[in-house]
């Protein structure tokens, strides 16, 4: 992707989020063109699906804890195998289990640099 120079790593992140989503908004798409010098071509749904197929073995590190189960199964689409997170949420035995099922191994780091 070809991003304009002036925009920052936090609107990159944006940007790339902005090509991957196929629901936002007609003003929203008008500001996901702005970040670009080449705009890039938007994939077809089918083309994502068979380009999550093919991910495996990918690592997920959270800073916080992972406070819902759906946390793991999105993580699972993606190919996720090996997840790091604080741990201690209420829900944490939820967490486990649902990495259990998709068969990841999951560490708690008890580190928690991200607050609210």
């Excluded at 071509?41 to 819902?68: C, I, M, N, T």
């Excluded at 999105?74 to 604080?86: H, L």
């Excluded at 035995?93 to 580190?111: D, F, K, L, R």
């Amino acid at each position: 992707m070809k991003f304009r120079e002036d925009i920052s790593r936090v609107e990159v992140n944006n940007a790339i989020d902005g090509w991957l989503n196929d629901d936002i908004t007609e003003v929203e798409n008008e500001q996901w063109k702005r970040c670009f010098k080449e705009v890039p071509a938007r994939l077809s749904k089918s083309e994502k699906q068979e380009w999550l197929k093919g991910l495996k073995d990918v690592s997920y590190a959270s800073d916080a804890f992972l406070p819902f189960r759906d946390n793991i199964d999105r993580a699972a689409q993606s190919g996720v195998k090996y997840v790091v997170q604080t741990g201690n949420s209420l829900r944490d035995e939820q967490v486990t289990q649902a990495a259990n099922e998709y068969g990841m191994i999951m560490a708690h780091s008890g580190i928690r640099v991200f607050h609210h």
